[in-house]
């Protein structure tokens, strides 16, 4: 297979979330399973590295439609464990001075480079079978490909696929972009009218050959006006064409029995490191360390992660006789609130307002337990780094979370709770507790939860299966 991946991030190069996780390492899975895969993202001036920008390939450069202009492109390459990556360079949309998102212009932006994605195939020594295009930025792919592009010469046949991450952002602007930025014809902006507005999310549902998020309960919870955002009508109406597969997470760079930025490396087999990490955390954080619990979060602060659950009950949290410590940003609300709690309960409460990869591992492999008590959650990445590194989720069972942690009272390996209640995820934080203090029961979760195959082969088999079955292999 010859599949193209379209993303507006992508790991090694430009983060800021799990999408480029996904577009970093979906890729690499593919082409280990024997298919060709390329990425294509932006050129992002700002944000690629020196050293990396250093590396890459100019092809050549070509002209763009966006609206009623043309816009100069130019094409860059970059081979990165046997994928290449694409790169879709205009210094006015992509030289920006901090994040990748949240400018006035995004949607013209991203219009050129949906377009860009299309007009870059007469160019490069590639044509792909598939094109799967994910969220919002990219969601015009299959819109411009049916309109514009599958009747040209060497592009017929081409199977889009377009993958939702975060149904959240769609995409939605007023129709007065039409004409002026996304340059569909008058007949056709019923394929990308919502709700009297413009969606490109909408647009893509209406005109990919297969819609798929990532994770299947999550893929039944958007049929629901309760996590749609909106958008349910319209996914009701496509049901036939959504499916949803569990992402996965690099299991090397996510493995301490070799990760070189934990204070002590340890296994399933041998699990004694994980008492040196914890120790080294407590020293780090300046907190005396009791022979209790250690629980963490890692996580944007924001009301659908859960936070408002955890702020409700946060004494009776520490009255189960824990220990916990916070790393995130995001709403204002929780980072001062985090910042009080660390000062009302020195001893057992640690804070780190900002984000820190490098911290984020020493977490993961030093803490006992891992609190993720979100609203709705797609996937989730962090509850399988959490369990990779032995560290025992404790989740809310939504999206990715619930079909990823299986309930210790069902052989799991993790704590669940249902209800989006703040006293149900107290219990569960109870139930966690009590099985900690019998240290043999405690161990076979740990060692549950290390041994599960968290890995990207399993899902690269199912999209792998999927691109199989629009290509009539």
């Not at 590194?389 to 619930?402: C, D, E, N, S």
Request: glycine content about 8%; charged content about 20%; overall charge neutral.
């Amino acid at each position: 297979m010859r599949i193209l991946y379209a993303a507006s991030e992508a790991l090694p190069f430009a983060a800021s979330g799990g999408l480029a996780d996904v577009a970093g390492s979906l890729p690499k899975a593919l082409v280990q399973a024997g298919h060709e895969a390329c990425v294509v993202m932006p050129y992002y001036v700002n944000t690629i590295k020196p050293e990396q920008r250093e590396q890459m390939h100019f092809i050549t450069n070509f002209n763009v439609p966006v609206g009623w202009r043309s816009q100069y492109c130019g094409l860059f390459s970059q081979v990165v464990d046997g994928v290449t990556y694409f790169f879709i360079d205009n210094e006015y949309y992509f030289k920006r001075n901090s994040g990748l998102y949240g400018y006035y212009d995004d949607a013209e932006r991203y219009v050129f480079f949906s377009r860009a994605i299309l007009e870059m195939l007469k160019y490069i020594d590639f044509k792909p079978q598939i094109i799967n295009s994910n969220d919002w930025q990219c969601a015009l792919v299959p819109v411009y490909y049916n309109l514009f592009y599958k009747d040209q010469w060497g592009y017929g046949g081409i199977k889009n696929v377009f993958t939702i991450h975060n149904i959240g952002y769609q995409g939605q602007y007023g129709l007065d972009l039409v004409k002026d930025i996304v340059g569909i014809p008058p007949q056709n902006v019923s394929i990308i009218e919502y709700d009297r507005d413009v969606n490109f999310m909408k647009g893509a549902i209406e005109m990919a050959d297969k819609v798929t998020t990532v994770s299947p309960t999550y893929a039944k919870e958007i049929l629901d006006p309760w996590f749609s955002h909106g958008l349910d009508r319209i996914l009701r109406n496509k049901q036939y064409k959504t499916c949803g597969f569990l992402n996965g997470i690099d299991v090397d760079l996510y493995n301490p029995e070799t990760d070189n930025t934990i204070a002590s490396k340890f296994s399933a087999k041998n699990r004694k490191g994980k008492a040196a990490c914890k120790s080294a955390l407590f020293e780090e954080f300046g907190m005396p360390e009791y022979n209790i619990p250690l629980l963490v979060m890692i996580s944007r602060f924001a009301d659908h992660k859960g936070f408002d659950l955890v702020r409700y009950v946060f004494d009776e949290i520490i009255s189960v006789d824990i220990q916990v410590m916070i790393l995130g940003s995001g709403e204002k609300q929780y980072e001062d609130f985090f910042q009080e709690m660390h000062w009302r309960y020195p001893d057992k409460v640690g804070f780190y307002r900002g984000y820190n990869p490098q911290l984020a591992k020493r977490l993961y492999a030093g803490a006992d337990m891992f609190l993720m008590p979100s609203k709705s959650e797609p996937c989730g990445l962090a509850q399988m780094i959490a369990a990779r590194y032995g560290t025992v989720p404790i989740v809310r069972a939504t999206g990715g979370l619930k079909d990823s942690i299986i309930d210790y009272g069902d052989n799991g390996i993790g704590f669940t709770f249902q209800s989006y209640n703040a006293h149900d995820m107290l219990e569960a934080i109870r139930r966690a507790k009590a099985v900690y203090d019998n240290k043999t029961e405690w161990g076979k979760v740990m060692q549950r939860a290390m041994k599960t195959d968290f890995s990207w082969a399993a899902s690269a088999k199912l999209y792998i299966g999927l691109y199989k079955e629009l290509c009539g292999e």
